[in-house]
């Protein structure tokens, strides 16, 4: 007796879509993974951004000139509130790109296409976003680390990647 075929395509064409990137770049289990720790983050995007940045900017001191709200030392910035007010809007766009950029890859592209023209004034280059991405991820994953898995470390690679590759 043969199963009734079902609306999303065979079990088969299931399996192999939900490991293969769309043109987001992430595959729907990565998707998933993603989201699923972003709703976490999102709880408290001010502390977690704020964190984010001053790891960032003891990480690479030379971007604090780049910066309005670079007056003081790395020890300061942690009570910026210029900084705190950057860092809201730069997690607020991510969690953006993340909650609906991942289910709207046409959304995705134009949200990216304006991030990269705001920024090339500044003239900000693929590196410099890729610095970033790598101290965002890093401390998503250590604040996310009971419900790290590989899959997550992958989707947060993925995702920071396809925000880097825009700048190309």
Not at 7 to 18: I, K, M, R, V
Not at 35 to 44: C, E, F, P, Q
Not at 69 to 86: D, I, M, P, Q, Y
Not at 135 to 146: D, F, G, P, S, T
Request: hydrophobic fraction near 40%; aromatic fraction near 10%.
């Amino acid at each position: 007796m043969s199963r009734p075929s079902s609306l999303g395509g065979s079990d088969e064409e299931e399996q192999t879509n939900y490991h293969t990137p769309d043109e987001t770049g992430l595959t729907k289990s990565q998707k998933v993974a993603l989201i699923a720790a972003w709703s976490i983050v999102k709880k408290d995007l001010v502390t977690h951004g704020r964190n984010i940045f001053v790891m960032f900017f003891e990480e690479y001191p030379q971007y604090l000139d780049y910066f309005d709200f670079s007056t003081g030392s790395v020890a300061e910035l942690g009570e910026n509130r210029s900084l705190h007010a950057h860092a809201l809007n730069v997690m607020n766009f991510i969690g953006t790109l993340i909650d609906y950029g991942l289910n709207d890859p046409a959304l995705l592209k134009c949200s990216l296409s304006k991030l990269v023209r705001n920024h090339r004034k500044r003239n900000v280059t693929k590196e410099d976003v890729g610095a970033v991405g790598g101290v965002i991820m890093r401390y998503c994953l250590k604040a996310l680390e009971q419900h790290r898995t590989k899959t997550l470390e992958e989707a947060f690679g993925a995702f920071l990647g396809t925000v880097a590759a825009a700048f190309e």
